[in-house]
């Protein structure tokens, strides 16, 4: 069985995201197209679907690393803030996408609170949805590279 850990995150994110985009569930809200990622960042995304590109790395770092809250995933997709001729220094990521993406997700049913509010874990349901993924991606990257097909 093919998972998460056997394929590289690019085109596992990529097909993830084609398969949120068809779904009701994920739309992007009002405030998109004008919100940076972070404070860390400049300028906001300049990928027209990074809203569902987005959902779908928080729906892999959940599975990852679950249970996990909104404050380690915000820290996640953080970076180096930009402070002139000072140090540059760590700054998370904004934790209004992750907290709005997870609540998508879970309005999908695939992620979950867990037991004693220890953060978010996947469901069956959103486990399978990557699991899929990954394999149908590590079938294409088996096509292009035989020697990936071995393990």
Do not use: C
């Amino acid at each position: 069985m093919t998972t998460v850990y056997d394929v590289p995150a690019d085109p596992l994110l990529k097909r993830v995201a084609d398969k949120i985009k068809t779904m009701k569930e994920f739309t992007p809200p009002e405030w998109a197209p004008y919100v940076k990622t972070g404070v860390h960042k400049e300028r906001q995304p300049e990928q027209k679907d990074w809203w569902h590109v987005r959902v779908a790395a928080v729906l892999r770092k959940v599975y990852m690393n679950g249970p996990i809250g909104t404050e380690r995933l915000s820290a996640m997709f953080g970076g180096p803030r930009d402070r002139g001729s000072a140090p540059n220094s760590a700054r998370k990521g904004s934790r209004s996408i992750v907290r709005e993406s997870l609540q998508q997700l879970e309005k999908a049913e695939f992620v979950g609170k867990a037991e004693a509010n220890r953060g978010r874990v996947v469901l069956s349901k959103g486990k399978s949805i990557l699991d899929n993924a990954a394999h149908d991606v590590k079938m294409e990257l088996g096509k292009k590279n035989p020697e990936l097909m071995k393990y």
